[in-house]
């Protein structure tokens, strides 16, 4: 059974930077694209970073470019999403998600993190 | 990219049968069969309800069902039972640098 824990959220500082994990297990980590996807507070679901298997290409929603940075390590199985410069509208819950080869949809969820810019 | 159009409410009684409709354009919802649907319960991630527009993967009820007319996806869940009642999200492949996109949202109330 796949399963994806994310950690590293809480409470952080307009400006301020967060760096998100998440531990993957039950899957060979290194043939599956990553992605992860937020939700704000009583809001919809939105993409925001994607990273192939091989992490040669890198994937980002307009709001978070030159922000954010989406990574990966084989050998820990992990998943990570570097913020910097947050703002208040980056408050959300940041899910990470498994990718399908064909890159067309996620069919494995975590329970996601949740990441709150305040002052 | 913007997000896809989805109807904010949609309701039915239990046995009915309710559609949610899921309006994209001719680069991502129109322009390829990779249409997805999620369910989401308050406080719960989502679940892969629907695929490729109208795959089912295992364990999804046979209610559930998917389908595509040019840039307007849909989900249609038949004999509607009380645990159906949840937040219900559309997505599509959209390619380029952004590839992916989420609809807005529709919220699925059991009568």
């Known amino acids: 059974e796949v399963q994806l824990l994310e950690s590293g959220g809480g409470l952080v500082q307009p400006g301020g930077s967060l760096r998100l994990s998440c531990a993957a297990s039950g899957l060979t980590f290194r043939t599956y694209a990553m992605s992860w996807v937020r939700q704000a507070p009583g809001k919809g679901l939105e993409w925001v970073s994607a990273i192939s298997s091989s992490a040669i290409s890198t994937y980002y929603v307009d709001s978070v470019k030159g922000r954010f940075t989406i990574s990966r390590d084989t050998s820990k199985s992990t998943l990570y999403l570097q913020m910097n410069s947050l703002r208040a509208e980056d408050t959300a819950v940041y899910y990470c998600?498994?990718?399908?080869?064909?890159?067309?949809?996620?069919?494995?969820w975590g329970q996601g993190t949740l990441v709150t810019v305040s002052p | 990219q913007s997000a896809l159009t989805q109807p904010p409410s949609a309701s039915g009684s239990p046995g009915q049968s309710v559609t949610i409709s899921c309006t994209g354009t001719?680069?991502?919802?129109?322009?390829?069969?990779?249409v997805s649907w999620y369910q989401q319960h308050p406080g719960e991630a989502p679940k892969l309800m629907i695929y490729e527009v109208d795959k089912r993967p295992s364990g999804v009820p046979d209610r559930f069902s998917g389908s595509k007319s040019g840039n307007t996806a849909s989900l249609t869940v038949s004999g509607l039972q009380a645990e159906d009642e949840a937040d219900y999200y559309c997505?599509?492949?959209?390619?380029?640098?952004?590839?992916?996109?989420f609809g807005t949202g529709t919220k699925v109330t059991v009568l």
């Open positions: 997505s599509s492949y959209a390619g380029g640098i952004t590839p992916f996109v």
């Open positions: 001719s680069s991502d919802v129109g322009g390829y069969d990779y």
């Open positions: 998600a498994r990718v399908t080869p064909n890159w067309d949809h996620f069919d494995s």
